[in-house]
């Protein structure tokens, strides 16, 4: 089910994508446990159609329940754990909230030029966002 919702979100089917994801979160934490990758990848991908749907609060409030536990479970420097945090700083700035957005977004440059490389795609998107 996941995979059909990570489909919808690609195709911009964004109301779903969310229909699905919210059938799937519930049963992941049961089975799964709240802290595990899969459960925590669903909810980062449901905080992501909230914030496509332009749903700021409902957005913000998934990728803060997402960013302490993949920062325990995954790193404070994994992959999945930075782009939560980066779509958190998108969520701080749509809502015009700026001086969250700028704290949150120099904790993840520095930590995406330690893991990935200066000139990687991703360093140079977060520099490029400033």
């Known amino acids: 089910m996941h995979n059909l919702a990570s489909t919808?979100?690609?195709?911009a089917r964004w109301k779903e994508a969310e229909a699905i994801?919210?059938?799937?979160?519930?049963p992941s934490k049961g089975v799964l446990g709240v802290d595990h990758p899969d459960t925590?990848?669903?909810m980062s991908n449901l905080a992501s159609t909230y914030m496509r749907q332009r749903?700021?609060?409902e957005a913000e409030d998934l990728f803060m329940q997402v960013i302490e536990p993949?920062?325990?479970?995954?790193?404070a420097e994994h992959p999945d754990t930075l782009n939560s945090m980066s779509n958190l700083v998108l969520?701080?700035?749509?809502?015009?909230?700026?001086?969250?957005?700028?704290?949150l977004f120099l904790?993840?440059?520095?930590?995406?030029?330690r893991v990935l490389?200066?000139?990687?795609?991703?360093?140079?998107?977060?520099?490029?966002?400033?």
């Open 8 to 11: 919808y979100m690609h195709q």
């Open 21 to 26: 994801f919210v059938q799937v979160i519930e």
């Open 40 to 42: 925590l990848a669903s």
């Open 55 to 57: 749903r700021w609060k």
């Open 70 to 75: 993949s920062k325990r479970v995954l790193g």
């Open 91 to 103: 969520t701080f700035s749509y809502q015009g909230r700026w001086k969250e957005a700028e704290v």
């Open 107 to 113: 904790q993840l440059r520095e930590a995406r030029k």
């Open 117 to 130: 490389d200066v000139e990687h795609p991703d360093t140079l998107a977060n520099v490029g966002s400033i």
